[in-house]
């Protein structure tokens, strides 16, 4: 089993599912939050809304999806939930740094078993089980392509 294999798939799901790829036309001012700003009293439009140009400059939000990203959500998707959740995390949290409140908290499989609610013991075997299935689908997939 290739650990390598299996961290480059768990990571182009976290990509795709941390990324802006999907957010395109959502990164200007909300009717919304202009409301709040304004305390319930908007200003009447300027005549100078430019739509179309707004929408040409959120086009670059938009990017082609990494050729493998079907697949590695295929494969994460099929395991059970608490083994996704601890692939997830210890691939986008393990022996990382986070800014939390007014200090750094650097996490470790302990934390994040507290984190998810299981214990350390139980942490280890799913993410082990998880590995495993990922990388015995990845490798059925892949002869099949192959054949």
Do not use: Q
């Amino acid at each position: 089993m290739s650990v390598e294999r299996v961290n480059h798939l768990v990571g182009l799901y976290i990509d795709h599912k941390m990324s802006l790829e999907e957010d395109a036309g959502w990164h200007g001012e909300s009717m919304l939050s202009r409301f709040i700003d304004y305390k319930g009293d908007l200003p009447a439009p300027t005549g100078n809304d430019l739509a179309y140009l707004e929408m040409i400059n959120e086009i670059r939000y938009i990017r082609k999806a990494h050729h493998e990203l079907p697949h590695a959500i295929r494969l994460i998707d099929a395991l059970n939930d608490i083994k996704r959740r601890v692939l997830i995390a210890n691939s986008y949290m393990n022996k990382r740094t986070f800014i939390v409140g007014d200090r750094e908290v650097r996490h470790d499989r302990y934390s994040i078993s507290l984190i998810l609610h299981i214990t350390p013991d139980s942490y280890k075997n799913n993410l082990k089980a998880a590995r495993k299935r990922v990388a015995e689908m990845d490798k059925r997939v892949r002869l099949d392509i192959a054949c």
